[in-house]
């Protein structure tokens, strides 16, 4: 990208599989045993629930899952919902309605713990993947030709293909950053992927960019909305992902979600989950993150500690850079509806299913866009950078023993408290290096460029007043915004050198023409109003004020809009 990742891990793909049977696979071995697996889950979560007093009596946490699920089924039915779902819950109250009055306590006790039982078991089952080698070679084999005759289709030249020519689509889909490393890790111990998260296609092209490195299959966790189309949920299931139902918020839930989590780590599945939680709504890169899974790697590498391991969990930061987000005008819509109230309302639109995925990846392979996934610089569970060889460092670059952060009174010991305070101080880590590895690309810098400009030039103008700016009010001179560009072009330059940010090839190295060229080709290409574009005078202008913000926010928290130069129009 901007010859800071290293130079000998810019290669040819697909590279050799570090695991060369997918029989040996952890994720397969997983999926052969997974009866054996989920009895191990339900067993451990279950414990953990009936050992939490915080959450009252059995009685009580059965009462609150009840009505939280069945106001999920009232407010937010999902066409994969199974059929029985409402008689299964309505089944839970009348259980609890009948032994409201029962004296005998004992009994109702054992009564209750059949029905958390039931709902451990329901959860579960709903949750594990089937990964099936079979489905995975298919895979493999057929999406990379289809990618490909799509490319060539879209560029008009199908004919030149079939004729034995060849469009190169690792161009499209450029993987860069830490690979060889990470490669290296995966054989010394379990990798987890944490990504930023933009669009329900990130899962996707991660899994495509671990296949062309030669990973293993992960195990993720897929949005159970997603599962509403069935070619995309036999998929999912098959590929190694996990269902995930966002809308269950109750600690039962989250309690075997995070079960099944730390429990597969520990069988050495290579494994991904976002921090964030869900997709970015503004388009940022993620500042705040959710703890839970991310505690799950902590709490998996000291229970390898405790039984005498010493195979290590390595952390992979990635990040993905896309030129525009097939869902930025929904998410955008919804991340402003909610800080600006009546304002803005929620365009009620999911991600369409299996044929809008069809429809995006053709215009994305029909243009110029790149889409870039950027290995970051692995780390262990506690944030110190780790080699090849899986040896940890702090940061004065000395080697230190993970092992040691889990002793507490001179003795190798679970210690909840302690793992919460780890993992938070590993989310803050994991943060920067997010900000780090972000690799800026054209449409991003020309976006942040253009929105902050229009600010500036009308200061008067609340935030909000800004998204109501009159079309012909929302134009920035073509010099001006030449010459701005040029100015955070070097800044950001200067910053990359620094190690601060990474660069596109064409940011740091193309002309000011062309990086705005370039920017204004690909920025929101797939949407029907442009986020930026040329007026008939090669003046700068947008068509949607939301979109031009969503793709501007990927450069927030870099503090770049001090150094434009911009005079207020009066």
């Known amino acids: 990208m901007n010859g800071k990742n290293p130079p000998d891990e810019q290669k040819t793909y697909p590279f050799p599989y570090v695991v060369p049977e997918i029989k040996d696979w952890a994720i397969n071995t997983l999926s052969v045993e997974k009866e054996e697996f989920m009895q191990q889950v339900f067993e451990f979560a279950l414990e953990r629930i009936l050992s939490n007093k915080r959450e009252g009596s059995l009685r009580e946490q059965l009462a609150r899952i009840l009505y939280a699920e069945r106001t999920r089924l009232i407010e937010t039915p999902w066409k994969v919902d199974p059929p029985d779902e409402m008689d299964f819950w309505s089944d839970i109250k009348e259980t609890l309605i009948r032994q409201a009055n029962n004296p005998n306590t004992e009994e109702s006790e054992a009564i209750y713990k059949e029905q958390l039982n039931r709902i451990l078991w329901r959860y579960l089952r709903e949750m594990m993947s089937n990964f099936q080698p079979a489905t995975y070679r298919l895979a ?138 869900t997709r970015s709504r503004s388009g940022q890169l993620e500042t705040k993150l959710k703890m839970g899974l991310l505690g799950t790697m902590i709490d998996a590498q000291c229970a390898h500690y405790q039984r005498g391991e010493n195979r290590k969990i390595f952390v992979v930061p990635l990040v993905l850079n896309y030129h525009f987000v097939l869902e930025a005008k929904s998410l955008i819509d919804q991340f402003l509806e909610q800080t600006g109230k009546e304002l803005y309302m929620v365009e009620k639109k999911a991600f369409g299913g299996a044929w809008n995925l069809l429809k995006f990846v053709w215009k994305f392979l029909s243009s110029t866009s790149e889409m870039v996934v950027n290995y970051g610089r692995p780390m262990d569970v506690l944030g110190n950078f780790v080699d090849e060889n899986g040896q940890s460092y702090d940061a004065q670059g000395k080697p230190v023993d993970v092992r040691d952060y889990f002793i507490s009174d001179g003795e190798l010991k679970l210690d909840h408290q302690r793992n919460e305070e780890y993992t938070k101080r590993f989310a803050t880590k994991l943060v920067k290096r997010y900000y780090i590895e972000n690799i800026v690309l054209s449409s991003q810098l020309i976006a942040y460029i253009a929105f902050e400009m229009f600010r500036k030039q009308y200061p008067s103008l609340d935030f909000y007043s800004i998204f109501r700016l009159p079309a012909a009010d929302a134009v920035i001179a073509k010099a001006h915004f030449y010459k701005n560009v040029q100015i955070l072009r070097q800044k950001l330059i200067e910053m990359a050198d620094n190690g601060q940010v990474q660069l596109s090839e064409i940011v740091r190295f193309g002309t000011v023409e062309q990086l705005v060229q370039h920017g204004l080709d690909n920025v929101g290409t797939f949407h029907v109003k442009k986020a930026l574009k040329k007026d008939k005078n090669g003046d700068i202008t947008t068509e949607d004020m939301n979109l031009l913000y969503y793709y501007r926010n990927r450069l927030e928290g870099y503090k770049l809009s001090q150094y434009l130069q911009v005079e207020a129009i009066k």
Request: charged share 15%; glycine share 10%; proline share 3%.
């Open 140 to 277: 493999r084999r057929v999406l990379p030709v289809a990618f490909d005759l799509i490319l060539n289709a879209a560029n008009g030249s199908l004919m030149f293909r079939l004729l034995g020519g060849q469009r190169n689509l690792t161009k499209k889909l450029q993987i860069v950053g830490h690979i060889q490393t990470v490669r290296k890790l995966s054989e010394e111990g379990t990798i987890v992927l944490v990504p930023t998260h933009f669009s329900n296609l990130d899962s996707l092209l991660i899994g495509w960019s671990a296949d062309r490195i030669g990973l293993p299959a992960f195990s993720y966790g897929a949005g159970l909305n997603l599962y509403n189309t069935a070619i995309l949920g036999y998929l999912f299931n098959r590929l190694g992902a996990y269902a995930l139902d966002r809308r269950k918020k109750n600690h039962v839930y989250l309690e075997i979600l995070k079960s099944f989590s730390q429990l597969s780590i520990e069988r050495g599945v290579h494994s991904l989950f976002f921090p964030g939680g």
